[in-house]
């Protein structure tokens, strides 16, 4: 028996409770801080009305939290049946797969929503690497650091082909020029700059770094395997 692996793993098991219940408190911090703007939008998210709740950005946010309990019984269920059919790290690959749809696709809604003069106004490009960055300011740089976050924290937990930053940088990239080409070619009153692909690929990075550890042994073992099934004793 190893000694040593038995008395790392409740560390290990300690961690990641301590990381879990941090992270559940950070939430609700967030959510208590923006409680009154998000319950402003709950009647009419409630009421199943589209105007007002899923193209605001309070209604959006509301619904994100709500759909919570829903994210994580999808997750509970994948990880279910892949554990029945002898998948390793079945948790890991469930958990990566829901948060990188969860966390990725409001975000997109809210980048897409067309502005008051979409349709009439004509499209606007910037070309001009770091013109926009300093008219962004604070919540706009943030935000644009988070629209890709959730893909690159889990995409290369789950895809062993994008464990390195080269290649989530440039997943976050193509996937920022995409964004920016539908304002665009859609003219939904936004403006398609370069320096969004250059902010939304910098979160993509950032979050990818903070799941490295996860992320570095599914590039060296890859979780998608059925466990062999032991040889019959002859």
Known sequence: MNDS???????????GTV????????????VFVVRRPLMMAAPTCMAGRWHGCFDTFNGVVLMTLVALPLAALVVWALARRRRAAGVTSAWRMSVAEVGMVHGTVPFLWLTMMPGGGAGTVPARVSLVPLRDLMTMGPVGIGGNLLIFAALGFFA???????????RILALGAGCSVLV?????VLRLDRVSSVDDVLVNAAGAVLAALASRRW???TAHAPSDRPRPSPAPAG
Request: hydrophobic letters at 60%.
């Open 5 to 15: 692996a038995s008395l790392a793993a409740p560390p290990r098991r300690a961690r």
């Open 19 to 30: 990381l879990l219940v941090l992270a559940i408190l950070g939430m609700a911090s967030a």
């Open 156 to 166: 290369p937990m789950r895809f062993a082909a994008l464990a390195s930053v080269p």
């Open 180 to 184: 920016e080409t539908a304002q665009y």
């Open 215 to 217: 992320w570095r042994a």
